[in-house]
């Protein structure tokens, strides 16, 4: 097997680069690949992290992954990109600083199109020539998060596609499981949402979804040791290795999720933790002037369970103040 660089046979490790583009310096923009190829042929999972910079907890799970799998006992190949963006991990930003576009909105790129596309273009490429599962790793940047997953429903993707993206999804472990149905959502955030890698894996056959690992610009220890059990859990799924898959109970699958802003900006003091459920009318933030008085009180327009507060206190009008579900089902 041969991505970018990186050449592997089986029973080996092998790392390198992807190159994605040039920069005006003559500096090549790469993304580093980690390849392990069991002794036995089977499916390729393919675990990336860092498509936004500040989203560092996936890197390291990745690391902690790759250090303790025994090829001996791999059916097939699992790789490892940690650091997709490779620009906004050395800017410390969740965008490219060089065009200020959010690589995740980008796939499946361009050849000739800005730096961020041509950078998802020749990333994504070798995703549609390797893989046959993928899951992406983020994190909230600036929110104080639960660990929870991210899987989407797109028009015209095949039913087994979707069902296995689902059951992907839940065997990470994450009480939240937000499913997002392309078919029939308004959108939630500001944006495109087609150009995300996991979306683009799923329209062309790859089953993808997001594992968000809490809070960005930051280390959640606990979301990599989560992650280990979730990526264990799907290898067992894939066939890709023997032994008994991990159950979870009391799992949530989100249907529909809201991201209350502020108009006031100010200084944000949270009333509310993450993993909570709040009844509609509860406080979720107070905005405070630079006096301590509160200025704004924004409380929940729903039911809800709250995923994510934000935990900067400098705010501007239109922050998103939390990250909460309002309509959800148990599934175990």
């Known amino acids: 097997m041969k991505i970018g660089t990186a050449v592997c046979e089986k029973g080996q490790f092998a790392n390198g680069y992807i190159h994605t583009a040039w920069l005006a310096d003559g500096n090549e923009v790469r993304v580093p690949v980690m390849i392990a190829m069991g002794e036995q042929d089977g499916p390729v999972l393919w675990i990336n992290a860092g498509v936004h910079g500040q989203e560092v907890s996936g890197i390291f799970a990745i690391q902690e992954l790759f250090r303790n799998l025994d090829l001996k006992k791999i059916k097939g190949t699992v790789v490892g990109t940690p650091g997709c963006n490779p620009l906004g991990l050395k800017g410390h930003n969740k965008f490219n600083p060089e065009d200020q576009l959010d690589l995740d909105q980008q796939f499946p790129g361009k050849e000739r199109g800005w730096l961020s596309e041509q950078m998802a273009f020749h990333f994504f490429n070798e995703v549609k020539e390797t893989a046959n599962y993928f899951i992406d790793l983020h994190a909230l940047g600036g929110v104080d998060a639960v660990p929870y997953t991210v899987y989407k429903t797109a028009a015209g993707v095949p039913d087994e596609i979707n069902e296995c993206t689902e059951k992907m999804a839940l065997l990470m472990g994450a009480e939240f499981n937000c499913h997002v149905d392309l078919r029939t959502a308004t959108g939630e955030l500001p944006g495109p949402v087609m150009g995300a890698v996991d979306i683009q894996c799923i329209i062309n056959g790859i089953p993808a979804f997001m594992f ?121």
């Open 212 to 332: 968000e690992m809490g809070a960005g610009n930051r280390v959640i220890w606990s979301s990599v040791e989560l992650a280990q059990t979730g990526f264990r859990n799907v290898m067992i799924m894939l066939g890709m290795m023997d032994g008994e898959i991990t159950s979870f109970k009391d799992q949530k699958v989100v249907t529909k999720r809201s991201f209350p802003t502020n108009v006031r900006g100010g200084l944000a003091s949270p009333q509310c933790k993450p993993g909570s459920l709040l009844k509609k009318d509860a406080p979720i933030m107070n905005i405070l002037n630079a006096f301590g008085e509160v200025i704004e009180e924004i409380k929940a327009p729903y039911d809800c369970i709250v995923i994510g507060v934000q935990e900067d206190p400098i705010v501007n009008a239109g922050t998103p103040m939390v990250v909460f579900g309002h309509e959800w089902h148990n599934v175990n």
